[in-house]
């Protein structure tokens, strides 16, 4: 199962499939290590849902929900 980052629940993981968007957002992602492969831990969410703390690759990072909703996520169970 499939989903947007910006859709996942506390507490739930998943595999990163692909990151959408393009230019500067895209790169951003990647060079915040938000790669295809890489797992991710949806730790917290604002009370409005935005902004997003993940924990990727053993470190926590702070994401927008606009720049969650280009990461393609496979559910793990």
């Known amino acids: 199962m499939t989903k ?5 629940s506390v507490g739930e993981r998943g595999i990163i499939k692909t990151v959408s968007g393009e230019g500067k957002l895209r790169r951003r992602l990647f060079d915040m290590g938000v790669t295809p492969g890489a797992e991710v831990l949806l730790r917290k969410k604002a009370p409005l849902g935005d902004p997003l703390e993940v924990t990727i690759r053993g470190y926590e990072l702070t ?8 990461v393609v996520m496979e559910v793990k169970r």
């Open 63 to 70: 994401l927008r929900k606009a720049e969650a909703e280009f």
């Open 4 to 8: 947007n980052l910006n859709e996942f």
